[in-house]
């Protein structure tokens, strides 16, 4: 799988700052107290057209297989026959999830994409396995918006409050014409961080931001990241039940 390009500065010092969790030690070793729970991470594609899902583990971190043969993710085709299931490694991990659309290349060979190579982009943050089982997670509009995203969790501890969180707005099809990129999806601004998240306000879109609803989630079974959901997925309310 080709390399996604470079993110800009500020969306990787966002990302950082906005963590929930930090969920390694120096060395890419478990932190003391983190769970060995193992858990899934799923990939959904209800989007009409095909998503090329690009998922990166933070630095020291190992990547997540697909598959007992250890193959990336490769093309999800669309409105909904596009599903991948990830084993998240035993320990902590982190990372991001992003979606690529307009690739070029035949089902795991990558070429260059139309969007998610670059800026603008939606990008999940998701990390697992932190002390006590505890995760944390994020759908961040710091460097735009390509693709609507919503993370939800399963199997989580009773009593949790695991949210879906995320943004189930086509914010490109709203998008200022000011913030419209070229290749398709809505730039950002200070305007336009204020835009988004006035109509998704359980996204971050600076790097002080958290979401309008809260999250303490304990050991879900699965993380499961969406791709164009339906529009109510993304309501904001605490879900108790696992």
């Given at each position: 799988m080709a390399a996604m390009s470079s993110l800009s500065k500020k969306t990787l010092q966002a990302l950082m700052m906005t963590?929930?969790?930090?969920?390694?030690?120096?060395?890419?070793?478990?932190?003391?107290?983190?769970?060995t729970t193992?858990?899934?991470?799923?990939?959904?594609?209800?989007?009409?057209?095909?998503?090329?899902?690009l998922v990166t583990a933070n630095a020291g971190i190992p990547s997540i297989p697909t598959d007992e043969d250890g193959e990336p993710v490769g093309r999800l085709d669309g409105n909904g026959s596009g599903l991948a299931t990830l084993a998240f490694p035993p320990g902590a991990w982190s990372g991001r999830v992003v979606a690529r659309t307009g690739c070029?290349?035949?089902?795991d060979e990558v070429g260059r994409c139309e969007t998610g190579d670059a800026p603008p982009?939606?990008?999940?943050?998701?990390?697992?396995?932190?002390?006590a089982g505890r995760a944390a997670y994020s759908v961040s509009l710091v460097d735009g918006f390509n693709v609507a995203v919503v993370v939800t969790p399963h199997?989580?501890?009773?009593?949790?409050?695991c949210p879906t969180l995320g943004c189930a707005v086509d914010l490109a099809?709203?998008?200022?014409?000011r913030a419209r990129a070229p290749g398709g999806g809505c730039g950002a601004g200070a305007s336009e961080a204020a835009w988004f998240k006035d109509?998704?306000?359980d996204t971050r879109t600076n790097a002080m931001d958290v979401e309008a609803t809260p999250q303490d989630c304990v050991a879900p079974g699965e993380i499961k990241v969406v791709f164009c959901p339906a529009h109510?997925?993304?309501?904001?309310?605490a879900s108790l039940l696992a």
């Open positions: 963590s929930a969790l930090t969920v390694l030690a120096a060395g890419g070793q478990a932190s003391p107290g983190a769970s193992t858990a899934n991470l799923t990939l959904h594609n209800l989007c009409p057209y095909p998503v090329w899902p070029a290349g035949e089902d982009v939606t990008v999940a943050q998701v990390s697992v396995g932190g002390p199997g989580f501890a009773e009593g949790r409050r099809a709203e998008c200022p014409v109509r998704c306000p109510d997925s993304a309501a904001s309310h």
